[in-house]
């Protein structure tokens, strides 16, 4: 073949790949263009055109601003086309334009168009429509700044773990834990209460065994050291049909519900305790006062006046949460049906000292049967009779002890019983039990002396 004929068949290839390119160039659905050195475009494809809304010989040698570019976008594109003809360096970004599509977002990548003698001789550049691509991103981020704003909102604690809880991070909601990111490898051990770590290590166990919901209440280390309660659930995620790649849960801090529950069953217990006591003493009451009663109606008054004591030292307990009892108020109530309107009958004094439950019972009934054996044999079945109540708080083998009199004065001569009744009997021996002292009944001639001895808890002050 001689050289005219090659020189042909390479100016057809040529014009061949001219048409080639020029067929790409118009078919595709990205914008493609070029400027020269002037800012003037010499190139845009069919899909720019139709963008712009205008025809070849309406865009071709004119720049940015003359095609209705806003200035601030005509511009920009100024500036970037400078910026590849100086650094020889491409230049990318994105940008909203107002075209026949309406607001549309594009991103650009512009480049240098390097000619034979190696200097930039035009700029091209290549525009895609992202529009969607960028409104979903944006609808993206928006939904994780809502998610990530709900998570540090909660008052739960927000955690993830890989699929054999190896790790764990904390990913927001409460700072129980003083922090969110990665916890230690060894969070079991480290974090979880050592009478709680065999059941969370369980409980995973079994959750990872089905595959399904992990579900456990257990202690937790906080920040300031202490425990927390919390109640901790996690769910599985995974791919649909296949294994389970990660677990999304909440821990909620449950310590003020778990000490309230805990409250609740001591507070059962308690009163559980107090009723079968209470059940006790109305037992021994009732057996007492009625056993080999002659008088029925006699009895049925003592039983019920004995109730009513026990009634009124309850009242005396509930005013104070059953926690404790003051001396002065047990005293109180139990001589008030006693004074008839003359409270110069009564001498009381003693510093101020509080007595459990228990004991303000049992304090509360012996001075109740001192009072009613009182006004029917002794000082205060008389005008002139009176009671001297006096106690004080003395230390005693270490520890402080309450020591109480009761003295009758100015009633009629006293002669000890034959017999010790049932009030006797409580005063001494039910009192002496309860008190966990020593109690002295002396039924001397001038007045009915008791002198009570009890050691207080650390629950007794004396003032």
Not at 348 to 372: F, V
């Amino acid at each position: 073949m001689d050289s005219a004929s090659m020189a042909g068949g390479a100016h057809a290839s040529a014009e061949q790949r001219l048409r080639l390119y020029e067929t790409l160039l118009q078919t595709t659905p990205d914008l493609v263009y070029m400027w020269d050195l002037q800012h003037r475009f010499t190139y845009a494809n069919a899909a720019l055109l139709a963008m712009w809304g205008k025809t070849w010989d309406e865009a071709i040698g004119r720049n940015c601003l003359e095609l209705g570019y806003e200035p601030w976008h005509a511009a920009m594109h100024d500036r970037e086309i400078e910026q590849v003809i100086a650094t020889r360096q491409p230049v990318r970004g994105d940008v909203p334009f107002n075209g026949t599509n309406g607001r549309r977002i594009y991103d650009y990548l512009l480049v240098p168009v390097i000619g034979p003698d190696g200097e930039v001789e035009a700029v091209a550049g290549t525009t895609r429509d992202v529009t969607e691509r960028k409104q979903h991103e944006e609808a993206r981020r928006r939904s994780e700044e809502r998610l990530a704003a709900m998570v540090d909102a909660t008052t739960d604690l927000v955690y993830r773990t890989n699929a054999d809880w190896s790790e764990v991070d904390i990913v927001g909601g409460s700072l129980l834990l003083g922090r969110h990111g990665s916890l230690t490898p060894a969070w079991l051990e480290v974090l979880v209460h050592p009478d709680d770590r065999d059941l969370v290590a369980d409980a995973i166990a079994r959750a990872r065994a089905s595959q399904s919901t992990f579900s456990a209440e257990h202690r937790i280390r906080n920040e300031a050291g202490g425990w927390s309660w919390i109640a901790s659930r996690a769910v599985p995620i995974r791919p649909i049909g296949g294994e389970v790649t990660e677990w999304f849960g909440a821990a909620t801090d449950i310590t003020a519900r778990r000490q309230h529950e805990e409250h609740q069953r001591l507070l059962l217990n308690e009163l559980n305790h107090r009723v079968k006591n209470t059940l006790a003493i109305v037992q021994s009451i009732a057996l007492q006062t009625l056993r080999r009663a002659d008088d029925i109606g006699l009895a049925c008054d003592r039983f019920e006046a004995r109730l009513h004591a026990l009634a009124q030292a309850h009242d005396v307990l509930t005013r104070q949460q059953w926690e404790h009892a003051p001396l002065h108020a047990i005293v109180r109530t139990a001589i008030a049906p006693c004074l008839q309107g003359d409270e110069q009958r009564f001498d009381i004094d003693g510093p101020p000292m509080e007595l459990e439950p228990q004991r303000a019972l049992a304090l509360s009934m012996a001075l109740h049967e001192l009072c009613t054996n009182a006004m029917k044999y002794g000082a205060l079945s008389v005008a002139q009779g009176r009671v001297r109540i006096h106690w004080t708080s003395e230390p005693q083998q270490g520890r402080r002890s309450l020591v109480l009199h009761w003295q009758e004065l100015d009633g009629p001569p006293v002669v000890a019983p034959a017999h010790r009744g049932y009030g006797s009997r409580l005063i001494e021996r039910g009192l002496r039990h309860d008190l966990g002292g020593d109690v002295v009944l002396d039924f001397q001639p001038a007045g009915v002396h008791c002198r009570i001895t009890a050691p207080m808890p650390d629950l007794g002050v004396a003032a």
